[in-house]
């Protein structure tokens, strides 16, 4: 293992929700994603539908090229600041509970729309927003960063790329790595910086399952990505706003369906 590569370990992605199963009995029996060759759980552990408490099953929506360039299309009016520090520095802000971040459409026209918190989903309907996520708005909250998510369900291997790459810095060239993955600066900013706080507080655990499937057979996440959760999550939640398990959106790493929203991203 070369220098750099034993030197880098990449803030892996917040994962994605859980799901249910055909009639579970328990919410998270079955959980929620779209497992690769990496994940390490068949399709019979983890799949993109969720039935949680004799609910009838929800199936995330499969979003066409046509759906994720009316995303790209939109252009938001008011983009967050980007960070001055690192927000690691501090403890992570609370998330009031039930806020949602919802898409205020200013001009259909043109495309333009502009993001606020609503202290609940309820509230952002009734005000004839578009909820876009749990929770409150962030540096990852824009149409153009959900695309990302939504044609890219993998992120683990071309975000640790660009960790790899830029080992040791210029953070402005491993953020413009990030960018390339089509995030905007602000998320690509806070991306960034749970690279660096994860590689610091779990180096040990991560080079350890560097090459190891994101899931041990029983459904838990490996130590590296158990250690981001912990160590990196809060801080990244807090500041991105938007993760995939808060916007309905499946993943390579599976998680309970009890923390995934139901979500359709058509504006």
């Not at 030197?7 to 917040?14: K, M, P, S, T």
């Not at 998510?149 to 953020?175: E, F, K, N, W």
């Not at 899931?215 to 990505?225: K, Q, Y």
């Amino acid at each position: 293992m070369g220098a750099a590569r034993a030197a880098v370990i990449v803030g892996l992605g917040l994962g994605l929700a859980a799901c249910g199963g055909d009639s579970p009995p328990r919410c998270d029996e079955v959980l929620f994603g779209v497992p690769n060759a990496t994940t390490g759980l068949t399709a019979d552990q983890c799949g993109p539908s969720c039935a949680c408490d004799g609910e009838a099953a929800w199936v995330a929506p499969v979003y066409a090229a046509d759906d994720v360039a009316a995303l790209r299309a939109w252009v938001l009016t008011t983009p967050p600041p980007l960070l001055a520090t690192d927000p690691y520095a501090s403890p992570a802000p609370p998330i009031a509970d039930g806020t949602y971040c919802a898409v205020v459409r200013d001009d259909v026209a043109t495309r333009q729309y502009h993001l606020q918190t609503f202290a609940s989903r309820a509230a952002a309907e009734a005000a004839g927003a578009a909820p876009t996520h749990a929770g409150p708005c962030g540096m990852c909250s824009s149409l153009e960063d959900l695309a990302v998510y939504i044609t890219q369900p993998d992120l683990t291997a071309p975000v640790r790329a660009c960790g790899l790459m830029y080992p040791s810095g210029p953070a402005t060239d491993h953020v413009q790595c990030l960018r390339d993955l089509g995030f905007t600066e602000p998320c690509a900013q806070i991306w960034y910086f749970n690279t660096v706080h994860t590689r610091g507080a779990c180096l040990g655990p991560c080079l350890l399952a560097l090459e190891a499937p994101y899931h041990t057979p029983d459904g838990a996440l490996n130590e590296c990505l158990q250690c981001d959760e912990v160590q990196s999550g809060a801080v990244f939640k807090a500041i991105a706003g938007r993760t995939r398990r808060n916007t309905g959106v499946p993943s390579a790493m599976c998680r309970p369906c009890s923390e995934v929203e139901r979500l359709v991203h058509r504006y």
